[in-house]
């Protein structure tokens, strides 16, 4: 079946514009994430949805950062006022449930972002 | 806090050489260990897992993975490297008995000599 999918794979944005990252997760999956990787960095968290709980937004860098997911499905990682630090590859995840912490996460390609 | 550590940015072998990657975590109970293979360009992969019983676990490409208690490890290996085994490595510990965050290690770069 299809795998997570991100959309752009890639965008170069202006210091201060607004952007918008979109994420489908696979089908059935209930469990989406967002982390951020910086150049020569890990994964840093930014944020968990399971069904219609509130979100996880712990891992959010500001409040310039927000997500939403609509019908369970798509999310949607919006980034206002874009700064040269929000450069980064931000990949999605999803999985089956919370579970007991071990479901596997499978991730997808990638949006690479550039902020000039 | 949690935390995952892995020591070696780059690792060059040649290959048909073995491999071993470190991976150390830092966690107050028993965690969810994660191997994770990242080509160029590409998402990340799982390439094994380590939930509970056997400390020995096999993944995918020939990959096996050790998780040692007493040294909180869970070293990556691989007996016989091949070229397309270049990539990034990233070690992820999740929290047991709460939602499935990972925490990611740096991640370690690995490059093949023919």
């Known amino acids: 079946g299809a795998g997570v999918s991100q959309s752009p794979s890639n965008k170069v944005t202006e210091k201060g514009k607004d952007v918008e990252l979109r994420c489908d997760p696979i089908?059935?999956?209930?469990?989406l994430y967002w982390y951020r990787q910086s150049l020569g960095q890990g994964l840093e968290f930014l944020i968990y949805f399971q069904g219609n709980s509130a979100p996880d937004k712990s891992g959010l860098p500001s409040d310039r950062f927000s997500a939403e997911r609509t019908g369970g499905s798509v999310s949607t990682l919006t980034i206002q006022r874009t700064q040269q630090e929000d450069s980064a590859v931000y990949l999605c995840a999803s999985s089956l449930s919370i579970g007991g912490g071990g479901e596997t996460q499978y991730f997808g390609p990638g949006t690479r972002l550039l902020v000039l | 806090a949690q935390s995952v550590t892995q020591p070696d940015i780059h690792i060059t072998v040649s290959e048909g050489a073995s491999l071993e990657l470190r991976c150390n975590y830092s966690?107050?109970?028993?965690?969810?260990l994660f191997w994770y293979v990242q080509s160029p360009g590409q998402g990340l992969q799982l390439l094994l897992k380590?939930?509970?019983?056997?400390?020995l676990v096999q993944g995918i490409k020939g990959f096996e993975a050790e998780f040692k208690r007493s040294q909180s490890s869970f070293n990556l290996r691989k007996p016989s490297v091949h070229w397309s085994d270049a990539a990034e490595y990233f070690c992820a510990v999740g929290y047991s008995g709460g939602y499935n965050k990972l925490i990611f290690g740096a991640g370690t770069r690995l490059a093949v000599h023919p």
């Open positions: 380590y939930f509970s019983g056997d400390t």
């Open positions: 966690y107050g109970a028993t965690p969810y």
């Open positions: 089908s059935g999956h209930t469990a």
